[in-house]
């Protein structure tokens, strides 16, 4: 039987660690500025195809248990790294590719909040911070007909500092606080390949309190895969929360 299959098994070791290499690189090289993002994205495609490679051949020899070659431990471990490097990467993006090709993700799509300060720092490539009318407006309702202002019954300037202090909380790099306007900018990067989002959250005054709309723009990319929607709803949540809490 091993000889039947040849001396294929032997590659399920090399393949695996090349593999994983191309996986861990693609989005270290984008990070770093070493890849332009269509490289990366290539080299995560080819990672992923070299990992199943490398898991289809372990797998087919390791079901032969009498028959096995005498680098049994090292086809087990390729086993586990191609599973984690070929399966790994699909698992995260699966959940999100049914989300619209949209990047700017708004609770105001009538007056969407806008930038400032952050438009120095984005960089003459980034996408454009023209609001894209109504298609994407209808687009963000079909998907994310959840997103909507949030009320508050605190003072705007209360309401600004419990925004700033949300912001931090989950890890926003501030980039500018206007408290006359009643606008935050800040930036937050992604946890995979490192992308860099701006959000501006504007405050205005209500007759119970104040209105927050917030906006979340990707510097690239056609499509977010629904990042910008689950920060704003994760900062949200969590302004309302620090809004209900008793004040010391």
């Not at 202002?149 to 989950?170: I, M």
């Amino acid at each position: 039987m091993v000889s039947r299959l040849g001396p294929s098994w032997q590659w399920a070791w090399p393949l695996a660690l090349g593999g994983c290499a191309l996986v861990v690189a693609a989005p270290g090289g984008y990070r770093t500025g070493v890849m332009p993002l269509a490289l990366a994205f290539l080299a995560l495609l080819g990672g992923v195809l070299v990992s199943w490679l490398a898991l289809v051949l372990s797998l087919v020899t390791l079901r032969r248990p009498a028959h096995l070659p005498v680098g049994r431990l090292r086809l087990v471990m390729a086993t586990g790294l191609a599973a984690a490097t070929g399966i790994g990467p699909v698992l995260l993006l699966l959940p999100s590719l049914g989300f619209p090709a949209i990047h700017d993700i708004t609770t105001d799509s009538g007056d969407p909040p806008r930038f400032a300060a952050v438009v120095a720092v984005r960089g003459a490539a980034a996408n454009t911070l023209e609001y894209g009318g109504t298609a994407v407006a209808d687009a963000q309702r079909a998907a994310y007909p959840e997103l909507a202002p949030l009320t508050v019954s605190q003072s705007p300037s209360q309401t600004l500092g419990l925004a700033h202090e949300a912001a931090e909380a989950l890890g926003w790099d501030i980039v500018a606080v206007d408290r006359g306007g009643g606008r935050l900018e800040a930036t937050d990067t992604t946890f995979w390949f490192g992308f860099r989002d701006d959000i501006v959250v504007r405050v205005r005054s209500e007759a119970d309190g104040a209105r927050v709309d917030v906006r979340s723009v990707s510097r690239v990319g056609v499509g977010d895969l629904g990042a910008n929607a689950a920060r704003i709803t994760a900062f949200l949540n969590r302004l309302a929360a620090a809004g209900r809490a008793p004040s010391e």
